[in-house]
Nanobody, 123 residues
């Protein structure tokens, strides 16, 4: 399983960026995809998560990004996006994509991580 993240970059405060992440490989089913970030000198923290069921999508956000960031998934449910608006200097971090998934119908659920993409917000 591979998670390919893209979309990071340098932006001024108040600007916007859109991150994307695609899961590929041997995947039976995805439970949840999400974004985490690790600011310099700090621990990795949750940004947002997304899961898609038959009739509804479920999202969860860190309090610090709620109302500014929006997570969504595509119809095939192997890609997740993070639209980041109103960016602040404190959003500067390496952003990591994650996926909780099963690779077969009899395997246990495992967490996979992407390589990270750097977001830098200048003041």
């Amino acid at each position: 399983v591979q998670l390919q993240a893209s979309g990071g970059g340098l932006v001024q405060a108040g600007g916007s960026l859109n991150l994307s992440c695609e899961a590929s490989g041997t995947i039976f089913s995805i439970a949840t995809m999400g974004w985490y970030r690790q600011p310099p000198g700090k621990q990795r923290e949750l940004v947002a998560t997304f899961s898609s069921k038959t009739t509804s999508d479920y999202t969860d956000y860190a309090a610090s990004v709620k109302g500014r960031f929006t997570i969504s998934g595509d119809g095939a449910w192997n890609r997740v996006f993070l639209q980041m608006n109103g960016l602040k200097p404190e959003d500067t971090s390496v952003y990591y994509c994650s996926a909780d998934l099963w690779i077969t119908d009899y395997s246990g659920k495992q967490t996979y991580w992407g390589q990270g993409t750097l977001v830098t917000v200048s003041s």
